[in-house]
């Protein structure tokens, strides 16, 4: 099974920018989507963005414009570049592999994915 590893999270300031990164344990991501998701103090997980093995992706509302995910298949590595970023952007993000493979469209329910990765924060102040 591929583990999933994020790193990049840290504190912003409301208006700036950070680049996540979820990078592959034991196996490369291939033919599985890989998704993002946040958990902020007190609520469920919630969907963020994911990507097939073709590239295809698909964003929450308030994601969309705001964060890109991309794929580097050469260095098995899934990002999240995230701009403009806002207070309720706040939040533990974790990276997920999908439970099955060669997805025509991103999966965005937390049960489509087995693997999930430790997390990593993000802080956005005001």
């Known amino acids: 099974q591929v583990q999933p590893v994020e790193s990049g999270g840290g504190l912003a300031q409301a208006g700036g920018s950070l680049r996540l990164s979820c990078g592959a344990s034991?196996?490369?991501?291939?033919?599985?989507?890989v998704g993002w998701f946040r958990q902020a103090s007190g609520k469920e997980r919630e969907f963020v963005a994911a990507?097939?093995?073709?590239?295809?992706?698909d964003y929450e509302d308030s994601a969309k414009g705001r964060f890109t995910i991309s794929r580097d298949t050469a260095k098995n590595t899934v990002y999240l570049q995230m701009n403009s970023l806002k207070p309720e952007d706040t939040a533990v993000y974790y990276c997920?592999?999908?439970?099955?493979?060669?997805?025509?469209?991103?999966?965005?329910?937390?049960?489509?994915?087995?693997?999930w990765g430790q997390g990593t924060q993000v802080t956005v102040s005001s």
């Open positions: 997920g592999v999908s439970r099955s493979t060669y997805h025509a469209r991103p999966p965005n329910r937390p049960d489509a994915f087995v693997s």
């Open positions: 034991g196996r490369p991501f291939g033919s599985y989507a």
């Open positions: 990507i097939t093995w073709r590239g295809n992706t």
